[in-house]
């Protein structure tokens, strides 16, 4: 059994390095070579915590940055990543990350979406197929419910599809070939 959409939405992955903060243009510029995608630039963070997180630490970040290029101080790797524990230390965030969780991918790894595949195939085959209108919004229901935790995690291997879809009466023989042949490999 898994998980269709393969992240837990209960457990954002959040950016010890935001995004917003650490652009591809800053890094440059100070010569960063931190990967902000990076497994170990990362922490899963409860929901909750996400949410209350975030503003705040993008703002430490930002002033602790503004303080740095005032006073003509660099920013090195060294000194980006020293911060980092600091600020992960810091009475207002060290709750949220002492109640995540370290992430086993980066942010933008393939593996991360590893669980997110068979729905995906679904709902392409879907569209691609002309299923009826009726079967979509089923596809649609279902997938909100479960994310909505609703109903629970469902087997969504590619045989598991293939059977769906033949027993829903597959109308299109490309899609049949592609889950029996190619998907179930």
């Keep these: 059994m898994i998980d269709p959409f393969g992240l837990d939405p209960e457990y954002p992955w959040h950016h010890i390095y935001p995004r917003e903060v650490f652009t591809e243009e800053f890094r440059k510029k100070h010569g960063l070579s931190i990967d902000i995608h990076g497994c170990s630039s990362g922490r899963e963070i409860p929901i909750e915590d996400h949410k ?5 630490w993008n703002r430490e970040w930002k002033k602790w940055i503004r303080q740095r290029q005032d006073t003509g101080k660099p920013i090195t790797d060294r000194l980006v990543r020293k911060q980092a524990t600091r600020m992960m230390n810091d009475p207002r965030f060290k709750g949220a990350f002492d109640r995540g969780r370290y992430p086993k ?16 195939v679904l709902l392409s085959l879907y569209a691609a197929s002309g299923y009826s209108e009726a079967l979509g919004n089923e596809i649609i229901d279902w997938a ?5 935790g609703d109903i629970p995690a469902t087997d969504l291997s590619a045989g598991a599809i ?23 490999e």
């Design 52 to 56: 209350d997180l975030h503003p705040a």
């Design 162 to 184: 293939g059977k769906n879809l033949s027993d829903l009466g597959a109308p299109n023989p490309f899609v049949n070939w592609l889950v029996f042949e190619k998907l179930v």
């Design 105 to 120: 991918y980066g942010y933008y790894n393939k593996n991360r979406f590893n669980k997110l595949g068979p729905l995906a």
């Design 144 to 148: 909100a419910a479960r994310a909505r």
